[in-house]
C-alpha cells in the first residue's frame, strides 16, 4: 500500500511540474508576440502598397490613399481586416482581396459592382442584385428602371431578369418595371409598348402573352401601343 501511495504522488508531482512548464512557455510565448509586434514595423516594414484592377468608376487615387494609411506597419501585423473593411465603404467597390507578399509588400485587387438597373431616382442595382447608392447616378440614365413602392427584394429583381430575358428572345427591350403601392405590375418597352400586369400572378400572365405575341402577326405587333393583361382568361390590345 505505501508503495502504490508514493507511486500515485509521483505522478501527481509528475503532472503538476507539467502543468507549471505549459504555462511558462505559454508566458514566454505571449511575451515574445509582444515584442515582435512592438518591433515587427522596423524589421519587416510595408514598403509598397500596390493596387490591382479595372476601375471605371471609382478614383484610384482615393482608394490608394486609403492604402497609404497603413505603408511603414509591419508586414505580418498589419491590420488586413481594416484595410478591406474602409476599402468596402467604397460604393462601387464589390470585392476586396488582399495579399501579403514577401518580404516587403501588401497586393490589393478590388472589383468593381457591374451596374444593371436603376432604383428609383438615387440607387443602383448591378447585375449581382446588390442595391447601393452612388454619389450620382446622372450618368445612368441610360439603364433601365426598376420603380417600385416597396422594399426591394430578391423575388422582384429575379422577375425582371426573366421578363427581360423573355422579351429579348421576341426581339424587346424592358426599359422600366413599376410596382405601385397596390402592387400592381406596369412595363413599358423601348419601343414605347406598355403593358399592364395587375397584382393577380403577374409573372405568370406575361409569360402566357409572351408565348401568343409571335402568333399575333407583325401587322399588329408593329402597331402595338398598350397590353391589359388583368383578365383572368384573355387580354385586351391597344394600337397606336
Do not use: C
Not at 442595382?125 to 450620382?136: C, H, L, M, R
Not at 424592358?174 to 405590375?185: H, S, T
Amino acid at each position: 500500500m505505501v508503495a502504490t501511495h508514493t507511486q500515485d504522488n509521483k505522478v501527481k508531482a509528475s503532472a503538476q511540474l507539467s502543468n507549471l512548464n505549459i504555462g511558462w512557455v505559454s508566458v514566454l510565448v505571449v511575451i515574445l508576440l509582444l515584442v515582435f509586434s512592438k518591433f515587427s514595423a522596423s524589421i519587416l516594414p510595408v514598403r509598397h502598397l500596390l493596387l490591382d484592377g479595372k476601375f471605371q468608376y471609382t478614383e484610384p487615387k482615393e482608394l490608394q490613399s486609403v492604402l497609404d494609411q497603413f505603408s511603414g506597419s509591419g508586414l505580418l501585423t498589419v491590420d488586413l481586416l481594416k484595410m478591406q473593411s474602409e476599402l468596402e465603404q467604397f460604393p462601387w467597390v464589390r470585392s476586396v482581396d488582399i495579399e501579403r507578399v514577401w518580404p516587403d509588400r501588401i497586393r490589393v485587387n478590388i472589383i468593381e459592382k457591374n451596374p444593371y438597373l436603376r432604383l428609383g431616382s438615387d440607387k443602383i442595382i448591378s447585375v449581382d442584385g446588390i442595391v447601393f447608392s452612388p454619389e450620382s447616378t446622372h450618368n445612368f440614365s441610360e439603364l433601365p428602371l426598376l420603380d417600385i413602392n416597396r422594399v426591394f427584394t430578391p423575388e422582384l429583381f429575379q422577375a425582371y431578369r426573366e421578363m427581360e430575358y423573355l422579351l429579348a428572345n421576341t426581339g424587346y427591350e424592358l426599359k422600366q418595371f413599376q410596382v405601385n403601392k397596390q402592387g400592381e405590375w406596369t412595363l413599358d418597352l423601348a419601343n414605347n409598348i406598355h403593358i399592364a400586369l395587375g397584382r393577380n400572378n403577374p409573372l405568370s400572365s406575361f409569360k402566357r402573352f409572351v408565348a401568343i405575341l409571335p402568333h399575333l402577326g407583325n401587322d399588329r405587333i408593329n402597331k402595338l401601343k398598350s397590353i391589359d393583361l388583368r383578365y383572368e382568361n384573355g387580354f385586351a390590345i391597344g394600337y397606336k
